[in-house]
């Protein structure tokens, strides 16, 4: 993870940055006009502070761990990090912050990771392999369940490789577009969600949105990506968006930002 | 940005004729200033939801509010009835002066649950209560619901989701951000059940103040709508720590709502006749206040949160 | 309710007392050897104030309003009264009060008053007459739909008279001893209620148990009262204790404790 | 009544083979003392719930203390896989010297409603995760239940009741009446919803500190069996306010559990080589303590409830 890309833009002196930098500026940037955002371990922890230093100024975090408006004093380190708390507008128990927050539709948008995704943006965290003898036993759902199915919109963000983006996952752990579009809204209206499913996928390749259909499209391309990078890296053909586009190199505030304030350490982006 | 708004304000854009309105506190944080605004703005059709209707709701029935009652204990608590709603239940055929009033019932746990699986997106609420008691009979929104693990059967309650909320704390900053203590009740889950919400406090206080101790924010100001400031708004209510129930006036109460004309008159002179809580309160009168106050302070101590950098 | 009764007991210089203080005095020794319970408004308040400085020092008070291990700077005029938080162990919100200390089957007794009851204790507190046009429209269950099956036990404190002590109640707002013990205890059993029903009733004139077969048996008359008057203010004929014994009247403690202490105004004893 | 125990008193009573034990907290507050203590009383054949497992009970599935787990999330938290327990359920065939590690999964949101239902004697939570996932498949605990209004089928989950709950916070009275602050996770709900309660305390309070804020009693002495003083007793975890999180041995563990020896090795020298909490606190020294205090003080401010007499 440590390939560096040259920007593409043409821009003056463009800072050097790596996959792993572009994947937390490209899912920033798609928070811009978001208000409430759900806070899940790993990069979107980033990812969503970066978001509110720069597009989202207003950008609410509720975190998993129950802390509300918080106005951390360093990156936190976890979800639970005690620096979210100090401060806070709010801590609240998780029976309150799953029952109201989340299913009671008051997230616009939730994060998730994911082990594997299919094209309808299905996700499968739990195992790989079969369930009762996995070749791979991974965390298992934590939120991601019941995110994708109350946040009003869901952003995966992960890597891209074969092993990753499958024609068909091992086990699905929190719904997507299920079969398709057309499905997903019937069974998410008959039920009763208030959550319209996955918008986005951000991988350190590219930028995917869904299509009508229900499916992954691929939208942007990340500096120095390849349509063949991309093709090698899916189980399936993707979607190409015509024109395709070209990410926009990380600006040199974004990267100030991501280097000088939130990861001086380089935890999330090594 | 500040929300911040009058009494008056808050409630001419947030209550609508014919909303269902929950103006909640389970004997603490009852807020009378919103129900007398309520009234002197003249809303009609309003279906009121509240565990217990208490004062303010056989105040706001007698001026012709409300066409229906959502609740679980009608009375004037150690008192007795409340006479303005009883004259419009138990005389709805052939006293021609009074409408009848909708009463839908349930039991305390009942209207918690049904406030909780609002603020939940919940399609129902699982209680153990009404087994073998008539009140499935009396209201057939409660219903039977057979566990899915062994024999047991639970009762259902709906989802409770008011159009707006009122609620009354000691403080909160000005994006909404509320902080009270003492009994609870079920404010929260009222607050997140609602489609808007009034907060009325005795108190604006600084963001930070909020911020310094976030376990006791109650309400997030992300789901409110308006934070109207309203010293001394909850009497003959109370307010922990700022002063105690006027028990004199849930007595008086009693007779002077034992005819339709006192009880008239009194609205005349303590709703229609003032134009707001401040003059409200200027009625009352210097003595009055001060006999309600603590006689003491009882401060809770701090914690400490710690800098983590 | 003035009615003065001489004591009986041949103690030297009985304090006089009402028929009222007689009922709470009766009420609150009752509660001798039990833990929590569960204060509603009214007469409760009282008994359970008396029965802690009296025959159960450790009872823990939980009020219907919220507060926990109350300890009250004055006798609190309702069970919202603020002095019942200030120096409480505990503040819950109402969700929490009958979730998990209710339901959740941690309270040992809950008091309950009527306005209807009959032989096997169900109780009426909704509606005197047809539901839908009463003749007189009571408060309704309140928390008292919820105290009757979840309390371990249930207390019933009220006067009677020939329309409270009824034959059929008029709507069933608490479960008793349903059509009697057998029927009672195999629902309880069956969908797994944690309360065992009631076990007391005390009035102004006497105090009854329940028998094997689910029904409320004469056990105690209180000094001054006969048992004609109890039969005149009952709408079936009680089965009666043998031998009946006299209800011991009021000590002078406890008479000092009420009059004194807990309602030097006589707001519940007039 | 006093409840306050020795640790190793308090899981000798408390904590007994097969029992069903729930170590809570997320994140915060995990107290890591009882889990130590626990594996070296031998304990045998617990199932273990929580969340998520987190350190603590990796470490008690490699000391062998464990048959099951219920949980939602297995991982340690921003580092990777949690290693003693994938060698149990990722090779059970192979690996002979391994048992078979039974798991029952759920979501973080159906643990939390297990709980809840546990507390509050129903005899199933709904909630409305798991629709159209494969999670109802692998664990058939998890059950459709329709809707007694409309025509929402939502999933339910089973009350879970564990025969012991152990939770860390800042401080109680010697009657178990417990106060918290910071992330409270589901520590209320657990405890609520086992049969025996051990609160483990960084200080011991008289309990007019408690009584002082009655609203920030998250536990009541009513259901609490021991209360343990054991400063330092959630380390690596952490409690607000009183110290860090210690992240570089949520690293370290990484390297250690990797292999079966390596982790035997830190069980005996940290787990059995020490005879409780104050000598492992003694063994990672003044130096790496005084890195985890806060760097400075966030008090909360004192609110006020008033004298009422």
Redesign the interface.
Known sequence: MSALAAGASGAPNPPAFSKSEMMIVAAARELAGQR?CFVG??LPNIAVNLARLTVAPEL?LVY??????A?P??LP???????I????????????L???Y?????VDVGFLGAAQIDRFGNINS?VIGD?D??????????????IA??ARQVFVIMRQSKRSFVEHID?????GN?GGAETAAR?RK?????GRGPSVVVTDLAIYHFDESGEMRLDSLHPGATLDQVRETMGWQPKIAEPLATTPDPTAEEMRLIREVLDPEG?YTK | MTKVASMRDAVAECVRDGDTVAIEGFTHLICFAAGHEIIRQHKRDLTLARLTPDLIYDQMVAAGVARKLVFSWLGNPGVGGLHAIRRRVEAPADGGAFEPLELEEYSHFGMVGRYTAGASNLPFFPLRSYFETDLPKANPLIRPIRSPFGEETVYAVPPLKPDVTIVHAQRADAAGNTQMWGLLGCQKEAAFAADRVIVVVEELVDESVVRADPNRTVIPGLIVDAVVVEPWGAHPSYVQGAYDRDNHFYRDWDAISREAASTQQWLNEWVYGVAGRAEYVEKLGAERLAGLKPSGSAPSGEVDYGVYK
Not at chain 1, 77 to 83: A, C, E, F, K, Q
Not at chain 1, 86 to 93: D, F, K, L, M, N
Not at chain 1, 171 to 175: G, I, K, Q, V
């Open positions: 409430v371990v790993g609410e998993e761990s129950g802390a509300f408006g106005q004093a360093r380190l976890s979800i639970g990090d005690p620096t708390v100090t401060g806070a507008t709010a801590a609240v128990s998780m029976f309150e799953f029952s109201f989340l299913q009671g539709g008051l739990t369930y003898h996995p070749k791979t036993r991974l965390p298992g759902s934590g939120g991601a369940c019941e199915i109350n086990f699905r752990t929190s719904p299920l069974i008959e039920q009763g969600w208030l935890a």
